[in-house]
């Protein structure tokens, strides 16, 4: 329901909330219907390049219409569309069809949780400047989720949001929205109120990054086709196509793509390995290895390409539950930050976490190398490079998995015979125990050259755990998320990399803005 009338006469003050100002901007546009339909009767330049690919004859929902701008768009290019206006206000709706009289049939009520429309019967979904009056991150995706269902497949999602942030005209409204999440955490600082007219009627906008909208998009099913700022960076303009909804979910940690999957799934792919055509390359990106990536944009550009992202480390399950600091005013940020940490460490069965429990690298050889190794079909599938001097070897010689093995460190004087050994190997899996990021860097360099191996993956120190070169932490250290403490005691000197995986990693987390 929208405010009673008492608040209507404040609507945005600080002691409301972001949604119930989302829901006040449906009475404001009632209110403007007429004033704002004549701001809008011309089409925005980025129209052209969105409408391209547009298909003759296709059905097009148009969600947040307003006045029909969009449907009068398609008229003037004389491309032949099966149109469908919804928005919510009755006032612009009216509007369009008085512009529209002979098409007054054209345009319904309805929202972006409450569509009219049949699944799978569109092949484009346009949303011009409406998805951004969505106030919470759940409502964004629950829209999404319906756009999804009524896209027919490999159907086109058209966003356009208003790029607030980088808009110097904006600068009140932006001072504004800093100052309102400080005296009421329930804002954030991409909480906009944008007045409109000489009455100033306010209307409720969310300010997106153009990142964060491309991953928003991702995890609810879509694959990005293109993605731009208009004229003068007036707009971010995305366009998307609905692709079936991965095996395995995402989520985002630092721009950085996880899959929430077990270990048995994990499993699973390995042991289909033989009916992969494409070579896979499976990463494990840690609390270090997202520290690496601020620094190392090719690091970061591989491990966003990876076919399954594994979230190793205890400090990903973290991570994972921090969408509610997303925007939030520092001051608040820092306190709810720390409290959710010193909640994930006393409750962590209890936390908003997206994942259970982190799906190791070292578990996964762990449980590929005993699984494969006890069943024929998959003997001598496995090749192994890196790790300490005697790791590989040792392996090999206990488990029948392994069909070839390079030992100890990779010098690039040997790289081709490296390669050629790989090869003559005639092994489909291939793990390198090289550590972070080189063993990624290696494998990005030479993936196209391996000729019969399908599935590759970076392991850093796990053949070290299994020839018993190296201790893992006992179970217990693992089950309560401390294996760094264990680390630390047995070798002082790796306290650098122990502290970038914690402090540091924290730090960061609780400095930017969570993206999951």
């Known amino acids: 329901m929208l405010l009673t009338e008492k608040r209507k006469s404040c609507p945005f003050m600080i002691f409301i909330s972001p949604t119930k100002a989302s829901e006040y ?88 949780f409450s569509i009219p429309l049949p699944h799978k019967s569109q092949d484009e979904v346009w949303a011009i400047a409406s998805f951004h009056h969505l106030a919470l991150e759940k409502e964004r995706k629950n829209a999404l989720k319906n756009i999804h269902h009524i896209l027919k497949e490999n159907g086109r999602l058209v966003i356009t949001v208003w790029n607030l942030w980088d808009q110097e005209k904006y600068r009140s409204p932006k001072e504004k929205a800093y100052n309102r999440s400080f005296l009421n955490p329930l804002w954030n600082i991409r909480d906009f109120c944008i007045p409109f007219g000489n009455e100033k009627k306010m209307r409720y906008y969310f300010s997106f990054e153009k990142e964060e909208l491309c991953e928003l998009l991702e995890e609810e099913g879509f694959s990005i086709e293109e993605c731009f700022f208009s004229e003068k960076k007036k707009n971010i303009c995305i366009t998307a196509r609905k692709r079936q909804k991965s095996q395995f979910p995402v989520f985002f940690v630092q721009h950085i793509p996880f899959h929430i999957v077990s270990l048995p799934q994990v499993l699973q792919v390995f042991k289909g390995v033989k009916n992969i055509h494409t070579p896979l390359l499976i990463t494990t990106p840690n609390p270090e290895m997202i520290q690496e990536c601020q620094k190392n944009p090719e690091f970061q550009k591989i491990l966003c390409s990876s076919f399954l992202s594994l979230p190793d480390g205890t400090g990903i399950v973290w991570a994972s539950g921090l969408s509610f600091l997303k925007y939030i005013h520092p001051f608040w940020k820092w306190i709810f930050g720390i409290f959710s940490l010193v909640f994930f460490v006393f409750f962590k069965k209890w936390y908003p976490s997206k994942i259970s429990k982190p799906v190791c690298g070292s578990d996964v050889f762990q449980c590929v190398l005993e699984s494969f190794s006890a069943h024929t079909p998959y003997h001598h599938s496995l090749f192994l490079l890196g790790g300490a001097p005697g790791s590989a070897q040792y392996i090999a010689e206990n488990f029948l998995a392994i069909g070839g093995y390079e030992d100890g460190a990779v010098h690039p004087e040997r790289n081709t015979e490296i390669i050629e050994n790989i090869n003559n190997s005639h092994t489909n899996i291939l793990f390198v125990a090289l550590g972070a990021p080189k063993q990624e860097l290696w494998i990005s360099q030479n993936m196209h050259l391996l000729k019969n191996i399908r599935i590759v993956m970076g392991v850093g120190g796990s053949f070290d755990f299994i020839s018993g070169h190296q201790k893992r932490a006992p179970k217990i250290f693992r089950y309560l998320g401390i294996e760094w403490l264990y680390r630390l005691i047995k070798e002082p000197k790796r306290i650098q990399r122990i502290w970038n995986a914690t402090g540091r990693f924290i730090y960061t987390m609780l400095r930017t803005s969570t993206k999951l």
């Open 25 to 112: 901007s449906i009475h404001t546009y009632n209110s403007i219907a007429e004033d704002f339909s004549r701001t809008r009767n011309s089409a925005w330049e980025e129209f052209i390049q969105l409408a391209q690919k547009t298909p003759e004859n296709a059905h097009i929902a148009d969600i947040g219409c307003g006045n029909g701008r969009l449907f009068e768009f398609f008229q003037n290019t004389k491309k032949t569309v099966q149109y469908v206006g919804i928005d919510p206000s009755q006032g612009l709706l009216h509007e369009a069809k008085r512009k529209f009289p002979e098409h007054i049939h054209l345009f319904q009520e309805g929202s972006f």
